[in-house]
């Protein structure tokens, strides 16, 4: 079991940058592969990035060259670095840990969900 603390959102300006951390509690961060996933208002949950242990990454096509997932073990740590951003990725952020070598894009794969992270763009 690992719990799961999102920060670093904020309100920005489109073209600007924000780096959001995802920091899990006690020793099991180094058995997880890590996930980002956002949701907007009136919309369903959606897939933005991911990175396994090995570090193999994958990302929603709408962030593909914007966005950028890391992990730092030694901190307990998963990091989502937007930069570029957009009005359209105004949501809020959550991050997810799954013990599983699966289907990362898909919501299911997580059964560790935190407690989100808000990000809001004007244009």
């Known amino acids: 079991q690992v719990q799961l603390v999102e920060s670093g959102g904020g309100l920005v300006q489109a073209g600007d940058s924000l780096r959001l951390s995802c920091t899990a509690s006690?020793?099991?961060?180094?058995?997880?592969?890590m996930g980002w996933f956002r949701q907007a208002p009136g919309k369903e949950r959606e897939f933005v990035a991911a990175i396994r242990l090995s570090g193999i990454t994958y990302y929603a096509d709408s962030v593909k060259g914007r966005f950028t997932i890391s992990r730092d073990n030694t901190k307990n740590t998963a990091y989502l670095q937007m930069n570029s951003l957009k009005p359209e990725d105004t949501a809020v952020y959550y991050c997810a840990a799954a013990p599983w070598s699966g289907a990362l894009r898909t919501d299911s794969a997580y059964p560790y969900w935190g407690q989100g992270t808000q990000v809001t763009v004007s244009s």
């Open positions: 006690g020793r099991a961060f180094n058995n997880y592969h």
